[in-house]
């Protein structure tokens, strides 16, 4: 597979990291105000989502399926060219006009692209019925709620045009495309494109656990978007469908962390055993944030943490920068995008994670401080931009890895001699 295509993806990772340093900065410094601070904030969020995460998604599934794709790898390559070309020219028309009409257009089309990528994956996968079942399950779902959560977008012209930009109903739609992409879309093609990996070096997993898992976590994941709405008072009903989500995504997450542990020597004994601390931080974080979703079925708990700036952006980051980006770390390292014996490597992924540390207990402490104390924690701002800065210096490694040939470290996988 072509190298260009991942140095894109990481342009984007970059990008996003870039643009969080600058917004952090506007809290500490005037000098740095030159373009208004919701620009940037639809710049960054959209180049993180629509820019790193999606590609990211392509690259990875590219690289599992390159051999197999024949015919197919010239329409790939421009899938991933054009998604990188538009993507930019949305960053900047974002960054010069924020949400407005270049930049909505230009969303648009990328849409447009969610729906090429779609189908091309599903030729595909129509052609190779030997990647396993499992993995073609969480894929076919990830691609049903990519499909839903577009919907959200669409939406949003239909309320605007009403003049409902400031309605409940606004946010309702930027929610709902929100959860039915980090909770529906990224997360089960991670896991599909998971199980695949594994598959790809014999290793077989517990299928009735994971597909009953799948099924659980997809029917939870339609009642579980009421979590995100329940700042809006829907009753009685609204907590019983959030309970219904929270509790069956839980027990979904459960089962996977259950059958990753499960095959953890097998996974130990095919991959090095820095990827497989990776991994195991991943399924820690997945569990950690479904118990997290559980605090928002109590409605008083609920209002105030929606209120609180800190502890939303929190969850957000965890599940992004933490759950997500370090799943896509490690799926980059089990198919050898990036190569864990290099130093810059694994320097990289230890900043960054150092980085997202001090990010996370910053945003909950603060959070909490203000719900307990009415006010944030001291040097809140300072920390969070040096956290910012380091989370930047960590990518800034690992894409350096790139462009450099020596190995530093020595594999440290269990396989026999």
């Given amino acids: 597979m072509p190298k260009h295509?991942?140095?894109?993806?990481?342009?984007?990772?970059?990008?996003?990291?870039?643009?969080?340093?600058?917004?952090r900065l506007y809290t500490v410094s005037n000098s740095v105000h030159i373009i208004p601070y919701d620009h940037l904030l639809h710049g960054h969020s959209h180049a993180a989502i629509l820019g790193w995460t999606f590609l990211a998604m392509?690259?990875?599934?590219?690289?599992?399926?390159?051999?197999?794709?024949?015919?197919?790898?010239?329409?790939a390559k421009l899938l991933i060219?054009?998604?990188?070309?538009?993507?930019?020219?949305?960053?900047?028309?974002?960054?010069v006009e924020g949400y407005a009409l270049y930049s909505i257009i230009l969303s648009t089309v990328?849409?447009?692209?969610?729906?090429?990528?779609?189908?091309?994956?599903?030729r595909f996968l129509k052609k190779k019925p030997s990647i396993p079942f499992a993995s073609r399950l969480f894929m076919k779902g990830a691609f049903l709620t990519l499909f839903i959560s577009s919907l959200g977008p669409w939406s949003l012209g239909v309320i605007a045009s009403?003049?409902?930009?400031?309605?409940?109903?606004?946010?309702?739609?930027?929610?709902?495309?929100?959860?039915?992409?980090?909770?529906?879309?990224?997360?089960?093609?991670?896991?599909?494109?998971?199980?695949?990996?594994l598959s790809k070096k014999g290793i077989q997993i517990q299928k009735n656990i994971v597909i009953y898992s799948f099924w659980t976590y997809t029917i939870s994941l339609f009642p579980g978007y009421f979590l995100s709405i329940l700042w809006y008072d829907f009753g009685k009903?609204?907590?019983?469908?959030?309970?219904?989500?929270?509790?069956?995504?839980?027990?979904?997450?459960?089962?996977?962390?259950?059958?990753f542990f499960k095959n953890k020597i097998t996974i130990q004994f095919h991959f090095s055993n820095r990827n497989h601390s990776l991994l195991k931080i991943v399924f820690i974080l997945f569990f950690c944030k479904s118990i997290l979703e559980l605090f928002l079925l109590y409605s008083p708990l609920a209002n105030l943490i929606?209120?609180?700036?800190?502890?939303?952006?929190?969850?957000?980051?965890?599940?992004?920068?933490?759950?997500?980006?370090?799943?896509?770390?490690?799926?980059?390292q089990m198919e050898t995008l990036i190569d864990d014996t290099k130093l810059f490597v694994n320097v990289g992924i230890l900043i960054f994670l150092i980085g997202f540390g001090i990010n996370e207990i910053i945003l909950f402490l603060s959070g909490l401080s203000q719900l307990i104390l009415d006010k944030p924690i001291l040097f809140q701002n300072h920390l969070l931009t040096i956290a910012s800065g380091l989370l930047t210096f960590g990518i800034l490694f690992i894409w350096?890895?790139?462009?450099?040939?020596?190995?530093?470290?020595?594999?440290?996988?269990?396989?026999?001699?």
């Fill in 5 to 23: 295509m991942l140095h894109i993806s990481l342009f984007f990772l970059l990008l996003t990291a870039s643009t969080g340093v600058w917004m």
């Fill in 58 to 75: 392509l690259i990875i599934f590219f690289k599992l399926s390159w051999d197999e794709l024949d015919n197919m790898q010239q329409e």
């Fill in 81 to 95: 060219l054009s998604t990188g070309i538009l993507t930019f020219i949305m960053f900047i028309a974002f960054l």
């Fill in 110 to 122: 990328h849409i447009l692209i969610e729906y090429w990528a779609i189908i091309f994956i599903l």
């Fill in 162 to 197: 009403q003049q409902l930009q400031k309605s409940d109903l606004f946010d309702m739609a930027i929610y709902f495309y929100l959860h039915f992409q980090y909770n529906g879309w990224l997360t089960l093609m991670l896991i599909g494109m998971f199980i695949y990996a």
């Fill in 237 to 259: 009903i609204g907590i019983i469908l959030g309970m219904i989500g929270a509790f069956g995504q839980l027990i979904s997450v459960m089962l996977l962390c259950y059958t």
């Fill in 306 to 332: 929606y209120e609180t700036r800190n502890l939303v952006i929190g969850y957000l980051h965890l599940v992004l920068l933490g759950f997500i980006t370090l799943f896509i770390f490690a799926l980059y």
């Fill in 400 to 417: 350096c890895s790139l462009f450099t040939r020596q190995k530093k470290i020595v594999s440290t996988t269990n396989k026999n001699p």
